[in-house]
Nanobody, 123 residues
Framework: QVQLVESGGGLVQAGGSLRLSCAASGSIFSINTMAWYRQAPGKQRELVADITSGGSTVYADSVKGRFTISRDNAKNTVYLQMNSLKPEDTAVYYC?????????????????WGQGTQVTVSS
């Protein structure tokens, strides 16, 4: 059905930048909300940022001013621009989508996730 594929993870030094991408594919008409979550070793998965189809955004306090989420509705793709990276940003980053309408006008079940991409910030 719907697949989410992340890209852009890797190793970067503290203070550097990285941009993550997540493309949704399938029979999709629209996606209400796309989001980035992350899970660091020994910690719970947390919301990093999300964005609605209208462009409203929410950020975790820990990334405000450093990260920017954006999306291209025509491509069903969400991005996460990460600047001024810190070692504590090291985590597996996951893409999430909810409120997905098919081209036939029906709603997909909730709970679509990407496989995750590793971001490692060294000091």
């Amino acid at each position: 059905q719907v697949q989410l594929v992340e890209s852009g993870g890797g190793l970067v030094q503290a203070g550097g930048s990285l941009r993550l991408s997540c493309a949704a594919s399938g029979s999709i008409f629209s996606i209400n909300t796309m989001a980035w979550y992350r899970q660091a070793p020994g910690k719970q998965r947390e919301l990093v940022a999300d964005i609605t189809s209208g462009g409203s955004t929410v950020y975790a306090d820990s990334v405000k001013g450093r990260f920017t989420i954006s999306r291209d509705n025509a491509k069903n793709t969400v991005y996460l621009q990460m600047n001024s990276l810190k070692p504590e940003d090291t985590a597996v980053y996951y893409c999430n989508a909810e409120g997905i309408m098919s081209l036939g006008g029906s709603w997909y079940p909730p709970g679509y996730w990407g496989q995750g991409t590793q971001v490692t910030v060294s000091s």
